[in-house]
């Protein structure tokens, strides 16, 4: 039997810096929304969605606090206006609030085990940097997948050339987050912020359950 929570895993410890909002109901149970800012290496920070349980979340986390929460990164379809749009959050299983005897390694972590369902898009940046862009199709039950885009960095990124669709990888890596501008046919403009798993480490599962490890850290923003 399959255990799903080995093929998308996510630790993230962070500040909570946005009200819940209520988004949904299954089968009478509310689910909520927040954001939650996590540090990276350097001065920046990634502000990252999360969906959570009522029965989870009660009255106990507020704007402010400080939470460590494990979970998976999950994605659904939002159709607005005829057009399907993609939309990724962090659906949290346990959450804790965070203090001074709190160790947390690496305050960013996801692993996921899934298939390539899109060929890669090798690129090289101005600056000479080498990306490639991977959608990769993580099982769920009851026979669902999220669609989870990633993006490798430096030989990860060079590798990425010659997967096709199909392949089976694990990664590992972090959420990070940027803001763009989408930009309107009447001439306007709107800044949104998109996701992504940055790679720091690829292994592409052959068959007969041979793993072919990629021994290489990857490059990653700051």
Known sequence: ??????????????????????????????FYTFDLEVPRLSENSDIIPVTISERILGDNFKVGEKVVIDGQFRSYNNYENEKNK????????????????????????????????????????????????????????YNKSDYIPCIAWGRNARFCQNMNVGEKIKIWGRIQSRLYEKKFEDGTSETRRAYEVSVSKMEVEKEDTENQELSITGEQNA
């Open 86 to 141: 993609l939309v990724l959050t962090v659906f949290v299983k346990d959450i804790k609030k965070m203090t001074e005897e709190t160790e947390v390694a690496n305050p960013n972590e996801i692993i996921l085990d899934g298939f390539i369902c899109k060929k890669p898009i090798y690129r090289t940046t101005p600056f000479g940097r080498e990306i490639a862009d991977i959608l990769l199709a993580v099982n769920r039950a």
């Open 1 to 30: 039997m399959v255990n799903f929570s080995d093929n998308n895993s996510i630790t993230l410890a962070g500040t909570i810096v946005s009200d819940k909002q209520f988004s949904h109901e299954v089968y009478g149970e509310g």
